[in-house]
């Protein structure tokens, strides 16, 4: 059974940074892309940043380079969202996933079907 379990939220003041960890278990990171989203309250989940099976290829969110990079490591089975210079409008809850093809790479949420629960991130001004 396929597992992605999120921590590192909380509450943090504008300009700080924060690291959001996804534990995986079920599946081998190594042979998917996994892919990071948001969604903040009253909005729809959108695209936030994703690396690949064999973190050679990132792809980040253009409003949100710059600010935000993502990471994989394989050997303990678990990606980061690395997050920087924080601002308000980066309050949301954060989700990672995978989509069902091993190897392909997505942005698009409707391709991924494997969700973690989230985790709040929530940035004071």
């Known amino acids: 059974q396929v597992q992605l379990v999120e921590s590192g939220g909380g509450l943090m003041q504008a300009g700080g940074s924060l690291r959001l960890s996804c534990a995986a278990s079920?599946?081998?990171?190594?042979?998917?892309?996994l892919g990071w989203f948001r969604q903040a309250p009253g909005k729809e989940r959108e695209f936030v940043a994703a690396?690949?099976?064999?973190?050679?290829?990132?792809n980040v969110a253009d409003s949100l380079k710059g600010r935000f990079a993502t990471s994989k490591d394989n050997a303990k089975n678990t990606a980061y969202l690395h997050m920087n210079i924080l601002e308000p409008e980066d309050t949301a809850v954060y989700y990672c996933a995978v989509p069902k093809m091993r190897y392909l790479f997505f942005v698009d949420p409707s391709s991924y079907d494997n969700w973690g629960r989230g985790t709040q991130v929530i940035v004071s001004s």
């Open positions: 690396i690949n099976w064999n973190n050679e290829r990132t």
């Open positions: 079920g599946l081998t990171l190594s042979t998917y892309t």
